[in-house]
């Protein structure tokens, strides 16, 4: 028996049980093996489209995907489609531009919607300040890419603002920041629930 | 925190996960648990820039230089490091092949003992590992929260108050927490009942892969048992469910199956695992699925006391430092597939013949 991913003989015979499929048989040479066994999550992106399929069959049209195909993330500019095609999101921001969107998936993923345990330690971060940020970030870039320096030094001079600030939620203390010449604000602690 | 520059460090060690102690560890090779955490403000690794990207590894570094205790822990800039050097590490299970394969900056410190380890720009910012040997999820887990806690200080993580940790991919949001069991099961497997018994969990909430063999084939009998859902439920719950409900089962299975062998056919048995040992220490050239395949069973037959002149520290390393970069890097030399097979049967029968009496630096 030839390896599914190449010509070499598989020795090795891997099982997926995942549920709800049922046992799945992968036939591998020994680098393919490898590759499989040591990949984390059994394959993500067929979980995603499988519940994005799934979702299709529960009244979805198609004229509807289409249309969510073509929605963006402001904020790191990915489409639906993209996400889809790579089971991959683009920025923290989609969580919230694709919400709607993502609810189902999550559903039938996780089969829950709340997020019942640990948190972070800092103030939890506000939305808005992050998506502020990773879209200045990029402007940013596409200034500099354009040699538009000036907008891009003024843009820098936002993010800078933005993260020296310790009651702003984007905040990033001097000693991470990659400006070190910041030194004036004291500490980061502070930022309660 | 030091930056490491070549890994003879971790070359010449075995982590302490494969020390062969730690409850039921007769049949559960190790516990790991991971965390996916990524940092508000930046893009996740797909919609980064290479400059996002620097920037990122920048800013966990610094945090991970100012933590206490840290002095000890080696920095590795994987970008920097050769194939195989990247090759070794993944065999060692201390990095992701994903990592390994990836492109632009990223890197991992690891701790001297290879507890914990914590890799940069992987699919997400960070991912945090920890891994015990045995089956010790929660003590793991005490571990990994102080980690993560202090990793955290001053980091901002992207978290959502409903959806929790944000993570690239949907099937890791929420907790971000994946709890894997390694555990050796010849026992199932000899008595055909593998398929049966994780069948019998499918309405279980986790994942269970394996690698083993067909027939007159080479077996390797490892499965890992890990959660599938990461939203929905504490830390806490997801430990349970996989350390309490789903491994002890599998372990009072894959027992019962061992003692069955034993009643049924204890000669057979021992003939099997003394031909194994015999020709782990004598064979003069091996691939590594065969080795793979006779390690198994000489480790269930030190479990079951029918060889004891071996330890099961000595098999469990033997797993890992057989494979094709750790043999490349112990003889400090590139080796062909052919190579490898000499230089992994010089290495078995070095670590198997007289073992027990063999003192540790001669290895
Ligand atoms: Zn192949
Ligand atoms: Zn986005």
Redo the contacts between chains.
Sequence with gaps: MKCQYCDKPATFHITELTQPGGPQILHLCEHHARTVLQKEAPSPIKTITGALAKQLQLGQTKEELQKLDKKECPSCGITFFEFRNSGRLGCPMDYTHFESDLTPLLINIHDSLEHTGKRPSRAAANVDAQAELISLRKAMEAAVQNEDYETASQIRDKINEIQGDPKHPGYVPPSENDDADSEESASGEGGGL | MKQATDLSVLVKNSGEWLKGTGPESDIVISSRI?LAR?L????????C?D??RR?IE??VR??LE?LAGWDDIQYVDIDSLAEVDRQFL?ERQLI???IAEAEGSRAVAIDPGEQYSVMINE?DHLRLQVMHSGLDLISAWEQM?KL??AI?G?????????????T????????G??VSVMLHLPGLVITQQI?KV??SM??I?V????????GS??T?DFYQVSN????????RELLTMVGEEVVPRIIDYERKARDFLMEKGEQDLLDDVSRALGILSTARKI???ETMHYLSKVRMGVNLGLIDDVEVATINKLFIHTQPAHLQKLQGRMLTTSDRHIERANYLQRHLRDSGSLPEELN
């Design positions: 991971r990524n508000a403000g930046f893009p996740f690794i797909k919609k820039s400059d996002d920037k920048r800013q610094t945090r100012a993944v992701s092949r994903e699919e929260d993560d806690d955290e001053e980091l901002l993580y992207a978290f959502h108050p409903r959806f929790g940790y944000l690239a991919c949907p099937t890791n949001v929420g907790t927490l994946r398929e994780f069948r499918q309405r909430n994942t269970v892969r394996g690698l083993y063999g067909e084939q080479y390797g599938q859902v990461t939203l929905g439920h504490t830390e691939s590594s699925e």
